[in-house]
Structure formats: C-alpha cells, structure tokens
C-alpha cells in the first residue's frame, strides 16, 4: 500500500485482538495523562523525527490522537520515509470511547 489506510475503531479492535500491531498516539503529554487506549507506545506527533527508529517497519503500525489530524500527518511524515503498512484512526481517540471502547490509563 502507498501512504497510508484509515481504520475506524471497530476494526482497530479487531485488529489489536487478531494481530501483531503497533499502536502509537501522538498525543501531547497532558492528553495521555487524562488515557489512552491500552497497548499504546507514546511518540507525541513533534517527537517522531527524532524516535522514528523505535518503530519496526514490518509491523503494521496504528497512528491516533484526539480527533485523527495529527495522527493522519504522522502517516504522512512515515509514508514519505518509505513506511508501507501505515493506519490511521479515524475520529482519534473520539470515536475510540464514542464506539464504547475502554481507555487505559496512561503509562
């Protein structure tokens, strides 16, 4: 695949329970404190240049943040690094707890 997907929250759980996946949020700081769906690594979005070698391009990797923006720029940011098996979630972690999925607390 060139760039990246969008997953929406049924099928990241379906993923997260049938696959090896890495989710990563992007979120700040103060935003993870208040949860984060459990799994997740932190790489906050101005942080990825920088962390980029933590991630294992062979893995398929789930990007999200509140609303989807960042999270859709992180995609784009790694897809023009040569990543192919990119996902964003759509709606961020709104449409995570909107769907009814549990949050996790921060790490």
């Known amino acids: 695949m060139k ?8 099928r990241l759980r379906a993923l ?4 090896r996946v890495q989710l990563v949020d992007v979120r700040t700081e103060a935003e993870v404190a208040r949860g984060r769906i459990d799994g997740a690594i ?3 979005l101005h942080l990825l240049p920088s962390r980029v070698a933590e991630l294992d391009t062979d ?5 999200y943040c509140h609303s ?11 897809a023009g ?5 990119l996902y964003n979630l759509l ?3 709104l449409a995570w707890v909107d769907s009814g999925h549990p949050l996790g607390r921060a790490a």
């Open 42 to 44: 932190h790489i906050p």
């Open 16 to 19: 997260l329970q049938e696959a």
């Open 91 to 93: 709606g961020g972690i």
């Open 68 to 78: 989807g923006m960042r999270s859709a720029q992180a995609c784009t940011y790694l």
């Open 81 to 85: 690094l040569g990543f192919d098996k």
């Open 3 to 10: 760039g990246f997907q969008i997953i929406d929250a049924a």
């Open 59 to 63: 893995t398929p990797a789930v990007f």
